[in-house]
């Protein structure tokens, strides 16, 4: 596609429910981000994968938030038991190499009711 | 753990004035550094970025930026600001090995610039 592409664009969901959030890739991007962005700060790296590999989840803050790139384009994050601490602008990028220009999507906002 | 800081959460200029925004980080080794930008109701765009090279970047819109090592620093500049500039900014901080950005980026939390006409 011509940009990175995030859906939903807003998520509300109530306290403890399951959410998936999608990101399509600017096509044949390699690389592929996953950050959260709480109101009034910068973003916050989560994990990200070169093609289908996860290649670092260090930034996923508990067990409830895991991904996956399971054919090295479109990518799921997702939040299991969802928490109102879980509300944040949930972003996704892409980059043609790992050490080349990101470029970011739209964003989904998530609200945890 | 890397940091990054912009300690100007919120500016305010006139159009014409010039602009600067500070960003510092906190990294020994060797870093590629960027500045984004996000207009209202948009998605984050790249404004300019360093690898190696002149200290001095180039951007768009007019922007540049200055890596200075030994302050660890890499301000944003413009000296010019346009309505139009009115946007959040934020640096970004890349860890490289052998030469290249270790994946994740590491942002400030942004300064919102506002342009009054």
């Known amino acids: 596609g011509a940009g990175v592409s995030q859906s939903p664009r807003y998520k509300v969901t109530k306290r403890g429910q399951d959410v998936a959030l999608r990101c399509d890739p600017i096509?044949?991007?390699?690389?592929l981000y996953w950050y959260r962005q709480a109101l009034g700060q910068g973003p916050e790296f989560l994990t990200y994968?070169?093609?289908?590999?996860?290649?670092?989840k260090s930034g996923l803050p508990n067990d409830r938030f895991s991904a996956e790139r399971p054919e090295g384009s479109i990518s799921t994050l997702t939040i299991q038991r969802t928490e109102q601490r879980d509300s944040a602008m949930y972003r996704c990028?892409?980059?043609?190499?790992?050490?080349?220009?990101?470029?970011f999507g739209q964003g989904t906002r998530l609200t945890v009711v | 753990a890397q940091s990054v800081s912009q300690h100007n959460h919120h500016v305010i200029l006139s159009e014409a004035a010039s602009l600067e925004l500070g960003c510092n980080y906190s990294?020994?080794?060797?870093?590629?550094l960027f500045w984004y930008v996000q207009y209202p109701g948009q998605h984050l765009q790249l404004l300019l970025k360093?690898?190696?090279?002149?200290?001095l970047v180039k951007g768009i819109k007019g922007f540049e930026a200055e890596f200075i090592k030994s302050k660890f620093s890499f301000n944003l500049r413009k000296p010019s600001v346009h309505w139009s500039d009115a946007a959040e900014y934020f640096c970004?901080?890349?860890?490289?090995?052998?030469?290249?950005?270790?994946?994740?980026?590491?942002f400030g939390r942004g300064t919102q610039l506002t342009v009054w006409p």
């Open positions: 990028a892409s980059s043609l190499r790992q050490n080349t220009e990101a470029f």
């Open positions: 096509s044949g991007h390699v690389s």
């Open positions: 994968f070169n093609y289908e590999a996860q290649q670092d």
């Open positions: 990294y020994g080794g060797t870093v590629n």
């Open positions: 360093y690898f190696s090279g002149d200290p």
């Open positions: 970004a901080v890349g860890a490289t090995d052998r030469g290249s950005t270790l994946g994740r980026l590491y």
